[in-house]
């Protein structure tokens, strides 16, 4: 909405001054600061950790969304606050959360605002590539229990009257929506849906942050001290583009440096039109105060990429096959790799992988933790050599088995299988040639690995990945 209309419809209301027309420049600002000073404020703020078995990384969802709902709340208007933490009938269920978006965007009037918050896990689905968000009560490898962004926005746009409608989302892969034509690019892209803007905490190819120093994650400390008054343009009035400007800056210059986003992370606002003209907080003391300092930019060294990541471990079944192993984690991380799975390898995982090579995940919960992994590929390579004489001539016969089982970091078991039959046939060649026989038998087993691994990788453990 542009900011003539903002003004007229102030104008209209019962709270506005007398005359429905305002001149340029300091006037205007000044009627523009009278608008936020006199509209009121309703929303969704959700902030979510998974329950077990999974054991979702991220630290600082909850503490983001209560800052977020304090901001957000500071004017009259209601504010449905749904955590992890919350009592049952305030948990960030799928359902509850789209029966208060809809109940609360009922109530705004068109003086008011309407305010949409997600800080958790988000993911894209593989058959349409929209961006979804994970409710507290999200299933595996259930679509119908992801939330989908673009149908957030297309219930706000269908049932809400606010002068802007902000939907803000503290999560990865939340960056893009195609849902609507990307041709004109992203920002043009979420223009296609007309009142609504939307504002991502990364790029789509990027993780978003949490930084423990703050105990908050990056993009939302920076975006609640812009809305608190960091962000204030003429007037005294934080606007979208005024904390645009603000929230791109300073957490790109936070996060420079970080080992998977070396330019830094960049937030992504998709404004409306004109709305970026639209005044959507004034400065907050109170709010700007219980925050800390933010530390020196470029302290990506103390960040936690909130997408976890995925340690394959393959351990031979007898010891002089130590060698071969390693080359079969070597392949399938290189795979996973392609099929853009975060990989965390043997040289980065340290204790993590002693402690599982004694076969107890359990106990390794706290190092996985510390290397903000959770996902675990654990296999067994079995090979079975024989030789056998054929009219007076030896030959080599070599069988290869993988058995595996992906967990999660505390030894919950999502999945499990073997290669038995890869191939149908065993590999046969002359004594001379024993090595070449056993690659090839190990060859065959990747391939069945693989083919096994890849689609129970993609149903239990990508929707988590974000």
């Not at 001149?23 to 309703?42: F, M, N």
């Not at 208060?100 to 058959?127: C, I, K």
């Not at 933010?294 to 976890?308: E, K, N, T, Y």
């Amino acid at each position: 909405m542009i900011l003539s209309s903002v003004l007229a419809t102030l104008a209209m209301s019962p709270f506005a001054a007398a005359s429905p027309s305002f001149p340029q420049g300091s006037q205007t600002i000044e009627k523009l600061a009278e608008v936020v000073r006199l509209s009121k404020r309703y929303g969704v703020v959700c902030g979510v950790i998974l329950p077990q078995p999974i054991n979702d990384p991220l630290k600082y969802t909850l503490s983001d969304a209560q800052v977020m709902k304090d901001v957000i709340g500071a004017e009259a208007g209601e504010v449905s606050l749904l955590t992890s933490a919350s009592p049952d009938d305030k948990k960030p269920t799928k359902a509850k959360i789209l029966a208060e978006v809809d109940r609360l965007a009922a109530m705004a009037s068109p003086r008011d605002t309407f305010w949409f918050y997600f800080s958790g896990h988000g993911t894209q689905w593989n058959d349409d590539g929209k961006s979804y968000v994970l409710p507290y009560d999200f299933k595996p490898g259930v679509k119908e229990s992801l939330i989908s962004i673009s149908d957030i926005r297309a219930r706000l746009k269908q049932n809400c009257k606010a002068r802007a409608v902000v939907v803000v989302l503290d999560s990865c892969h939340s960056g893009s929506d195609k849902s609507v034509p990307t041709s004109g690019g992203l920002e043009n892209a979420f223009g296609a849906l007309k009142g609504v803007n939307t504002v991502a905490s990364s790029r789509v190819d990027q993780v978003s942050t949490e930084l423990p120093l703050l105990k908050h994650g990056t993009f939302t400390f920076f975006f609640v001290r812009g809305m608190a008054g960091e962000a204030k343009g003429p007037g005294n009035v934080v606007t979208l583009a005024s904390l645009k400007d603000y929230v791109i800056k300073n957490t790109k210059e936070m996060t420079k440096g970080h080992p998977k986003m070396p330019d830094g992370q960049e937030p992504v606002f998709m404004i409306d039109g004109d709305g970026g003209n639209v005044g959507v907080s004034l400065p907050n003391e109170a709010v700007l105060n219980q925050l800390p300092q933010p530390p020196a930019p470029g302290a990506a060294s103390s960040m936690q990429a909130l997408a976890p990541g995925v340690i394959v471990l393959v351990r031979p079944e007898n010891s002089k096959y130590k060698a071969n192993a390693a080359g079969v984690e070597k392949v399938i991380n290189g795979i996973l790799v392609k099929k853009n799975y975060p990989v965390i390898s043997s040289e980065q995982s340290g204790t993590f992988l002693s402690v599982l090579a004694s076969g107890s995940p359990a106990q390794a919960g706290a190092q996985a933790g510390e290397l903000n992994s959770r996902f675990l590929v654990r296999a067994t390579l079995k090979l079975e050599e024989s030789q056998y004489d054929v009219d007076g001539a030896d030959f080599f016969r070599c069988e290869a088995t993988i058995e595996a089982e992906v967990l999660t970091k505390d030894g919950k078991v999502l999945a499990s299988f073997s290669t038995d039959g890869a191939d149908g046939r065993p590999i046969a060649g002359t004594g001379t040639i024993k090595s070449a026989a056993i690659q090839r038998a190990i060859g065959s087993v990747n391939k069945k690995f693989e083919q096994l691994l890849v689609p129970e990788l993609d149903r239990a453990v990508k929707p988590f990945l974000n």
